[in-house]
């Protein structure tokens, strides 16, 4: 499938075939139903080239990244393509789908070597991330360190790349069942991230929620009330401003 980007050839036959079998050898296989239905939903799109979703289009050509050609920043617009489609399936609840091009755009990054070393940091974070969504926490956990391992020259630590990065780190430290080691990750990032982005800011407070989150799971003695409905009355007003 996600081979079919850009050049769809005779990939995406071969797909169907293979998620054909898939099915039939493991009828009982959630993944592999739910993998065939999705790849069914976008199918023709990819097929044609073009994903439109209301007036957003996402559109590719044959020629872009063509072996021989394509070499450090003109793998720039395939990887955003890439990342793209993960994005569109990933909101349209495609959580199977989406990591197969969200790891394709981070592959495509790093096949662009130096130039695209920091982009390769964003779209390895959003294949973590996808794969997270995916329920594939110890894969996601290996993706987000090795970002995290990057250089300061490229992820600085007050960079919105490497910050989010972190809140996806806690966020899947959380749902490994190592919440001491989830909070110890928002204890180091969340100063940073409410000094560069601001105590108001959306990102500021979900992070603030993730933390109460994880306290009142492990049943911590203090009483969250007060400091939910500040973010809930935070977030209301932020969003409200963004609409």
Partial sequence: IGE??????????????LLRLARGAAPDNQEARDLFNEFSQVNAAIQEQVIRDGDHVIAWTSGMGRPG????????PLSVV?????????EKGMVRLAPVFGERAADTARQGGPP???LWCQMESFAAFLRHAAGHNALALERIDRVLAEDAAILSARSSV???TRFWRAEVLRDLGRPGEALSEIDAFAPIEAEVKGE???HT?????LRAGIEIAEKHDADKTDELRSIIAGLTSAYGERA
Avoid: I, W
Wanted: proline content about 7%; overall charge positive; glycine content about 6%.
């Fill in 200 to 202: 108001r800011h959306p």
């Fill in 4 to 17: 079919a980007l850009p050049d769809p050839g005779g990939h995406l036959k071969r797909a169907d075939q």
């Fill in 205 to 209: 407070l979900n992070t603030r929620s």
């Fill in 116 to 118: 695209l070393r920091a």
């Fill in 82 to 90: 890439f990342y793209n489609v993960a994005s569109y399936c990933h």
């Fill in 69 to 76: 050609a394509a070499r450090g920043e003109s793998l720039q």
């Fill in 162 to 164: 490497r910050l989010m």
